[in-house]
């Protein structure tokens, strides 16, 4: 099962929305035109110009909703989840429905009222139909046109502390932030690594990495099960097919996939460029 709130692709440019919409608003009067879902054989005047205009109820939508998504990709820290793909989806293609619905009852039919038989029928032929043919392609391209951003953060949270919670009684650690190091989920548990008086120290909670995660607003997921800080990172190291980083304060080796690996490396460019002005 696919946890709700793990990290994933995030269709940020506006460059990229306006090319998925105008991609999927081609195809529905493509498919409309070929399919005729709405018996539209019959002959009536301009009648692929105005079918094309359902093009406008696909564009439209995306174009409005970008910016509300980019409004919570950035209150989360430049992330994005299962969940918020989940619900921008749902959300989006209520909307893209609506305006369809109205478009076809008043463009289309030239009708001035519905009735519930109007609104299944509607229903039955354009949107069960066409989701399972839309939905997968839309998913494909935000996810293709989309990437995980590593976000450079401000030296500013040395003194700002974070309390990590558990699901059980009497599990709660207070730290300043700066002094986490990474995390590891095993199962059920996560064992939380940070810095001390006493030197590095080992705290375990029965939690998900995906809850923990939510607590350390400045850490960064780098496998399915660690969590790291990145002001420890000491090395990348590996080939194509496998990667790890070595972080300072510790000889863990943390092992790195693919996808986070493309935005840590850009971000570590960013931060070179940096330092070389």
């Known amino acids: 099962m696919i946890s709700l709130n793990r990290t994933i692709a995030y269709t940020k440019k506006w460059k990229h929305t ?44 995306l174009v409005l909703i970008h910016p509300i998504e980019n409004y919570v990709y950035k209150i989360q820290t430049n992330r994005w989840f299962v969940i918020n793909e989940t619900l921008y989806i749902t959300v989006t293609l209520f909307l893209i429905c609506l305006f369809s619905f109205f478009y076809h009852f008043y463009a289309i039919s030239g009708l001035t009222s519905f009735t ?36 450079l953060y401000s030296k500013g949270n040395i003194t700002k502390t974070v309390t990590i919670v558990g699901n059980n009684k009497a599990e709660t650690l207070t730290i300043f932030e700066s002094d986490f190091i990474f995390a590891k989920a095993q199962q059920n548990y996560v064992d939380v690594y940070f810095k001390s008086k006493n030197g590095i120290q080992q705290q375990t909670f029965r939690n998900t990495l995906s809850n923990t995660m939510k607590q350390l607003p400045e850490a960064w997921q780098v496998h399915r099960s660690y969590l790291v800080n990145l002001d420890y990172l000491k090395t990348v190291e590996g080939n194509a097919r496998k990667r790890f980083i070595r972080i300072s304060e510790t000889e863990e080796t943390i092992p790195i996939s693919q996808l986070y690996y493309k935005a840590l490396n850009k971000r570590l460019s960013i931060s070179s460029q940096e330092l070389q002005n």
């Open 18 to 61: 306006f090319l998925i919409a105008l991609l999927l608003g081609v195809l529905i009067p493509v498919l409309l035109i070929t399919l005729e879902p709405f018996d539209n054989s019959n002959t009536f005047s301009f009648k692929y110009l105005i079918l094309s205009g359902y093009a406008l109820c696909i564009i439209i939508p």
């Open 116 to 151: 519930a038989e109007a609104i299944w029928g509607f229903i039955k032929s354009f949107v069960v139909p066409f989701i399972p043919i839309v939905v997968p392609l839309w998913l494909y391209l935000r996810s293709k046109y989309g990437l995980i951003e590593v976000p």
